[in-house]
Structure formats: C-alpha cells, structure tokens
C-alpha cells in the first residue's frame, strides 16, 4: 500500500507524532523531549501555559518556536462550550490569527473524560467562526460522524482516561470510527508506552497525541525517541498488511522436496 502523508488544514506533515507540553520538570526538558520525538505539531493548554498572556514569566514560545513548529492550541481545564470557545478566542488572539486548534472540553476532574453535549456545541461555534479544529471525543463512532458532519477538520477519540497510560483499551470503536471517518483519525489520550504507539498505528489511525507518556517516563527524552520510532514502525506495519492469525503452526519453509 502506497502511504499518503498526514494532512491537516492544509499542511502537510512527516511526522505523524503529535505531542503536550506539560508535566515536564522544567522547560529545558521540554525541548529536549519534543526535539527527540521529531514531532512537528506541538500541542499547549493556553489555560495553563504562558503563550505571552503573562508578561514577566517565562514564556513557553521561547523554547518551542512557532517557526519551527506548528503550536496547537487547546482548551483543557474547560469544562463548557463557552469556556472551550473563549480559550480558542483568546489562543486565536495571542498567536497572530491562528486558526488551529485541539478542542477538548471535559466532563470532570477524576475522569477528565470529554463533555461529548457541551463538546458538539463548542464544535459548531468554533467552525462556524472559521477555527480549524481538531476534537477530542470519547470513541462512540456516532459522535465521530457528528464531529465531522460540524466539520471539525480531525477527530481524536481516546483510547484510554487521560494520563493513565492503559493502552488501547477498546480498539474495536475505534475500528468502527477508522472504517467510516473521512477525516484523519488520531488516538489522543491512554497511551503509556511505545507498543501503545505502534498498536495505535497499526489499526490505520494517522496520528498519535500524547504527553503524559513521554513526561512521565523516567527518562523522559529517552522514551520521546522510542515513541518516534514506535510511530514509524506501525504505520509501516499498517501499510504492510500483517499475516493471518492460525490456530495452527506453518512450516516457514517449504515442505516439498525434503532430503530424506
């Protein structure tokens, strides 16, 4: 199968790794995992970070450029429409135009599982009023379709709660999602490891997103580079098709022709 590079308003990228920006002992160790990850989109809480809103205090732009990456905007903390859509108003303000956003708006503290009501709300102002969004969504396959019937430009189901690093909990939603979506398709959330990673590429999802599983790491830059290879290597194995599962074993090599 041919690969077709991933594509998001408009641009296109090679790496197919998204990754956070929080949870890092400081900001030196930030760039330093996200250079290691040679992720190209890098994704910030405007809630919580520094973007230039807070004159005096360190700025996280100084160490992530947006003209070497492509910064994405999100509204965690939120946990309404109004809330969501004034976050990407203000991140619109403070980044010169920018129109491309991860919308996330959650239904509480202990699960920080999404609103998917006050999400679909949010969704329809924010394009609406021209945002390129990206949403963050449980993995119903029917709120998938309606995200995308908004126009939201990716839909980014979890595979598991956020930061809690169970893996793929539930691939057949997301097989479901990956079979009728014609936007691209990321896992955002649950990924603990590079296997995570791969498995999440592996079902033909175009990206990954993650941040606790890098930050947390005991060797936080160490583990950004697995996951980067950990990317490559699933969509390759995606594009490759694996083998048939038998219940039984086959002769590697040929049976016929066996000196005896």
Avoid at 91 to 97: M, N, Q, V
Avoid at 184 to 212: R, Y
């Amino acid at each position: 199968m041919k690969d077709t590079p991933l594509t998001l308003a408009g641009r296109t990228y090679e790496s197919r790794l998204l990754v956070g920006t929080g949870k890092y002992r400081d900001l030196e160790e930030t760039r330093l995992a996200i250079e290691a990850s040679g992720a190209e989109i890098v994704t910030v809480a405007v809630r919580r970070t520094n973007l230039g809103q807070n004159p005096g205090e360190p700025n996280l732009l100084d160490v992530i450029s947006p003209e070497r990456y492509t910064i994405l905007p999100n509204t965690a903390g939120c946990y309404d429409a109004v809330e969501a859509v004034r976050t990407c108003r203000l991140a619109r303000e403070l980044l010169d135009g920018h129109n491309l956003v991860k919308l996330e708006v959650l239904a509480d503290q202990k699960t920080l599982f999404p609103n998917v009501i006050e999400t679909l709300k949010a969704a329809e102002t924010l394009v609406a009023d021209g945002f390129d969004v990206m949403v963050y969504t449980s993995d119903d396959p029917i709120v998938a379709r309606q995200l995308e019937a908004i126009g939201c430009i990716a839909v980014m189901p979890l595979a598991g709660l956020i930061g809690s690093g169970l893996g793929i909990c539930n691939p057949y939603n997301l097989r479901i999602i990956l079979e009728e979506a014609k936007v691209p398709v990321l896992v955002d959330a649950g990924v603990g490891t590079a296997s995570d990673a791969t498995i999440a590429m592996e079902l033909g999802c175009a990206a990954v997103l993650m941040n606790s599983a890098i930050a947390h790491a005991r060797e936080p830059v160490l583990m950004a580079e697995a996951m980067k290879h950990a990317i490559v290597a699933g969509r390759l194995a995606y594009l490759a098709g694996r083998m048939p599962r038998k219940l039984y074993a086959t002769a590697s090599s040929p049976l016929d022709g066996l000196v005896t």
